[in-house]
């Protein structure tokens, strides 16, 4: 496999063979290795060691015996339910077992500057329906931005980052907030780019993107990549996961039963599918 991944890509390398994971380590340390070869496993993050790429992967399926199509129209379910209920559930499987893939390591620059500036001030709008909604007797936060956060809060691994949220009634406190350096960031925010212009601000892809793709694309099954590549670009990470807690909030907003869709469809191992009226248009 590394032979095939070398030649793919015009690299040639001196193999090195070590017998272990802890000689592996030690010759990185020392300087006699540049990188190495290896399973994700969860002894190189407690090492602090982070990938710098994948020179292969493979898949896991359930095998099935085809007497018995019954079981997999019960694991389909499950799967579905899963995906539904809880969108970190592969997340959480990767980073308890192959935990190097989810941790990248910040710089010296990021670590001091998180250090001295201590949590990351989000602003929100307090009752923006569906992104994010402050129960005023309660104080407890609904909507995408609670996903958001869990996200981000443990994307690092052990490197843990810590939010402090502060609610808005409008768009133009948050923006006088931002400049005021009240706050850090603003979730969420205008799409147009001559608004991301005019205040100077940079602005990131966010859920709304999805619904575009899907009712330009009503009827098609839509791989992961291929939405993936249609909102981030060719250059995004493989790991569809934030794909999957997006399109599970989508389904907050336009399903009656999230957990029994009528309007966006999860082809399991594929990607999305989002229904067509009698006419062709997008219901």
């Known amino acids: 496999m590394l032979n095939e991944w070398e030649l793919k890509n015009g690299l040639k390398t001196i193999h090195i063979n070590i017998k ?30 982070s990938i710098i790429t994948r020179i292969g992967k493979s898949n896991i399926y359930f095998a099935i015996n ?30 308890q077992y192959f935990s190097s893939d989810y941790t990248p390591v910040l710089s010296s620059e990021e670590k001091s500057w998180l250090e001295e500036h201590g949590a990351i ?51 133009e406190e948050e923006i006088e907030a931002l400049k005021a350096g009240e706050i850090d960031m ?52 493989n790991n569809n996961q934030i794909l999957r807690v997006n399109m599970a909030n989508i389904r907050r907003k336009l399903e009656q039963n999230p957990a029994q869709p009528q309007y966006v469809f999860t082809e399991i191992g594929v990607g999305y599918r989002m229904r067509e009226n009698e006419n062709g248009g997008t219901v």
């Open 20 to 49: 272990s994971k802890e000689e592996a380590l030690a010759k990185l340390e020392n300087g006699e290795i540049d990188c190495f070869i290896s399973l994700e496993e969860p002894f190189w993050a407690d090492k602090d060691v």
């Open 186 to 237: 603003i979730f969420h925010f205008y799409q147009h780019p001559n608004v991301m212009e005019k205040y100077h601000f940079a602005c990131t892809n966010t859920t709304w993107t999805y619904n575009l793709v899907a009712a330009e694309n009503s009827g098609r099954v839509l791989t992961y990549s291929y939405i993936m590549n249609a909102i981030w670009g060719p250059y995004m990470d």
């Open 66 to 95: 085809k007497d018995h199509p019954e079981i997999k129209k019960e694991l389909d379910l499950v799967m579905h339910q899963l995906e539904e209920e809880r969108p970190f559930y592969l997340s959480d499987l990767y980073r």
């Open 121 to 171: 001030r989000m602003g929100f709008l307090a009752n923006d329906v569906g992104a994010s909604v402050m129960d005023p007797s309660s104080g407890t936060l609904t909507g995408a931005i609670t996903d958001y956060v869990q996200y981000a809060v443990e994307c690092l691994g052990k490197q843990e980052l810590t939010f402090t949220l502060m609610g808005y009634n409008s768009y």
